[in-house]
């Protein structure tokens, strides 16, 4: 028998989890995501509204990205009905995962259900089964509730909470974290992403108790209407201001200039580099672990998923991290 696959889970959710899973699923590693259900905007917050289920848009996306089907039928999976039908705007994706969620009468049965018929290698566990509303409480003391609404608002952000509470987590999503050697906090919107999963009151704490080492991809471009300004210490320090100073034990920055090109088609976005204050970094208790981690081919700003999965590999063994 040979030995025992490392097991490694990724948290978050948007545009960034995908990415890295992506890159991850082709090592030798036992491989889960705790995914995110509070999206309320586009296809998924229609379904969520209309059919008292979690959004389902993040989880599929992380489906499509751990899938080894065949390219077309995961094109069908993603692909997007157009505008002017009763179908405008939905993916088939979402419209599938209701359909099991329906035939089995368990959303999280339904997620399972999807991943075998995707061949999907790993696990995907939704941070509940149960719909929950994320709320943001901004610097002026205003209250702004829903996802999509938080970004919409252009306020910083000092604290979020999730409704109805308290709110209940998977049982299987924490048990993945106390079973993990390795935890990926990846790159996303950090308030709408990322954090959500964090603040609840069991993750928290099962990530507090787990013994595996957690490590955060910190986002290479700031985001408008979350992170404008944000340095990867700002970053950081949004984290430990909702789960504590003792969770994170290291940060990975990307540490190569950004071509002006790209700083320029992102500048009419209101976004920037992420830049890296390694003293204050440094005062915070945490290994700092600097690469070139973007993906140069694109024409967009992305994490590279094939140098960020080597690089965690290698943190699996190297115990200093």
């Known amino acids: 028998m040979g030995q025992p696959e490392n097991k490694v889970l990724v948290v978050g959710g948007g545009t960034g989890m995908p990415v890295l899973l992506r890159g991850l699923k082709k090592q030798p590693i036992s491989l889960s ?33 751990l899938s080894e089907a065949e390219p077309i039928l995961l094109d069908l999976f993603q692909h997007r009905f157009p505008d002017g039908n009763g179908l405008s705007g939905h993916s088939m994706g979402n419209l599938l995962l209701v359909a099991l969620t329906n035939m089995t009468g368990d959303f999280y049965d339904g ?22 509303n994320l709320h943001a409480e901004m610097d002026d003391g205003t209250i702004v509730s829903g996802e999509s609404k938080i970004p919409e608002a252009n306020k910083r952000i000092k604290h979020l909470f999730l409704s109805p509470t308290p709110a209940e987590p998977l049982p299987e999503a924490i048990d993945a974290i106390m079973d993990s050697e390795l935890i990926v906090i990846s790159p996303g919107s950090l308030y709408t992403s990322i954090l959500p999963n964090l603040i609840i009151p069991e993750v928290k704490e099962a990530l507090r108790e787990t013994k595996a080492t957690v490590t955060y991809v910190c986002n290479v471009m700031t985001q408008e209407g979350e ?24 940060i990975i920055v990307h540490n190569k200039p950004i071509r002006s090109e790209m700083r320029e088609l992102y500048a009419k976005e209101n976004a920037q580099p992420v830049s890296y204050d390694l003293d204050r970094l440094r005062s915070m208790n945490i290994k700092i672990i600097e690469e070139d981690i973007i993906d140069r081919t694109k024409q967009v700003i992305r994490h590279d998923p094939e140098k960020l999965s080597k690089l965690l590999y290698n943190m699996i063994n190297d115990r200093s991290v």
Request: hydrophobic residues 40%.
């Open 33 to 65: 995501a705790l995914v995110t259900i509070a999206d309320d905007g586009g296809s998924s917050g229609k379904i969520r509204s209309e059919m008292e289920i979690p959004a389902p848009g993040d989880i599929r996306n992380v489906v499509a990205a």
């Open 111 to 132: 997620i399972k259900q999807l991943s075998r018929v995707l061949n999907v290698k790993g696990n995907i566990y939704p941070v509940s089964k149960y719909s929950m």
């Open 227 to 250: 992170t404008s300004h944000y340095t990867a210490a700002d970053h950081l320090q949004a984290i430990h201001d909702h789960i504590g100073d003792d969770v994170v034990d290291s």
